[in-house]
């Protein structure tokens, strides 16, 4: 596991690379560029449906490196987040329009919901924001917090007052410089809550609008420029990883959405939204497990009879994605199994 690497990435980056002048020889960079190879899980949106305990167990048995959340954990659900603060994994999250739920612009008298949320997630909260891993070779970029989808910016005045953002292109322009300041030699890793525009407007489509009749593609505009731009920099082959949510698996009206794009230049998009991600095995379909709404009682009982979890586990070896996998983690009392594994990439090769 990274463990404290996420905390302190710049002392990792001094240990793991020597300074120039004493680099023992030219193929050192070279050399540098092989053996990525890490295991991140991606906690698609929460709504809720989270229990630190019965989470932590599942992630013992998966083991990742970094685990990924792209947002709406609640409706402003400060305890929640902090719950997921208090994660003993390597992390980073962006918060979701829903997380933003109440709040249109940051308070001056008392600290609101989004300003909270924010202090507890700190610098995990990838927000335009980058975080280094040189012993994994990884960049994790941040896009645009609280997105909704769609034409419009949503809560323009909170993005404006804390990352001086005002339109899409200055977005757009924000996530391009954060990416491009990554080592050269790093994987670079796109989180957002919402995904780009310009894959597909069927309303199965991984970011298509599937509330209305004709569909819709319901990606974000500033990603979509902001990945082209990194593309035609040429500084990384292409970003191999756009991670999000917003657009859940299960359409409005039957059905389920494809969950993962590889385009021809082979950046993998993949929407992590299963929701909801946990399912208790006494049938209920509920916020089982600690979700901070329902009873105690009900919690115990659903514990006790056991849930299974969802994450989206992506594999990485030898600096490429080998395999995406759609797991399904069974969490009964302290035994934890893999209770289902759908795979949906493995080198290449698209599956669902
Ligand atoms: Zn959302």
New binding site residues.
Partial sequence: MLGALGHAPFIYFLSAFPPPSIVPNPNFLRFSLMAISARIAVIG?VHGYWDLREDSKALQLLQPDLVLFT??FGEENVELVRSIADLKFAKAAIL???DAWFTPCFSQEKKDGVQLQLECLGENHIGYRRMDFPQQKLSIVGGRPF??GGKAMFRKQLLSARYGVKDMKASAKRIYETAIGAPEDHLVIILA??GPTGLGSRADDICGKDWEYGGGDWGDEDLEQAISKLKENGKFHVPPLVVF??MHKELTYGGQRKMIVVTADNTIYLNGAIVPRVTSYSGEEGKVGGNFTSSETSCTQSVSRGTKRAFTVVDISDGKVDKVTESWISVVGDETSSDEANLMYQSGISKC
């Fill in positions: 949106d947002g709406d979701g329009n829903h997105s909704h809550h919402n949510g917003h």
